[in-house]
């Protein structure tokens, strides 16, 4: 089993940023790939990024490509997605997500790929 802790949520004006931190425990030695993924109220849960633990292979949604950016740090298994030109459409609850077995092709954006799941952090852009 693998644990997620999600942090760094909150408020922000459209054009601001924000910093989101995944922590994980328990299992994390086979590590394969972390993500998020994102929610906005009466819509289904989508990707927004990946990547894998080794080499540091990095995937995006086309909705937040060049303003988005994940990564990092194995030694505090922890993965953070930095957020800037933020826009409302951004708003909605962040999840992190993490999987211990290989994604192939495109599955990185199906959330059936990812085995744990954070509790979620909300992002709220104002306009």
């Known amino acids: ?47 927004v990024a990946a990547v894998r633990w080794s080499g540091g292979y990095t995937y995006y949604a086309d909705s937040v490509k060049g303003r988005f950016t994940i990564d990092r740090d194995n030694a505090k298994n922890t993965v953070y997605l930095q957020m800037n030109s933020l826009k409302p459409e951004d708003t909605a609850v962040y999840y992190c997500a993490a999987v211990n077995r290989p994604v192939y092709g495109n599955n990185w954006y199906r959330v059936s790929s990812y085995e744990y799941w954070g509790q979620g952090t909300q992002v709220t852009v104002s306009s």
């Open 1 to 47: 089993q693998v644990q997620l802790v999600e942090s760094g949520g909150g408020l922000v004006q459209a054009g601001g940023s924000l910093r989101l931190s995944c922590a994980a425990s328990g299992r994390t030695s086979s590590s394969y790939a972390r993500g998020w993924f994102r929610q906005a109220p009466g819509k289904e849960r989508e990707f």
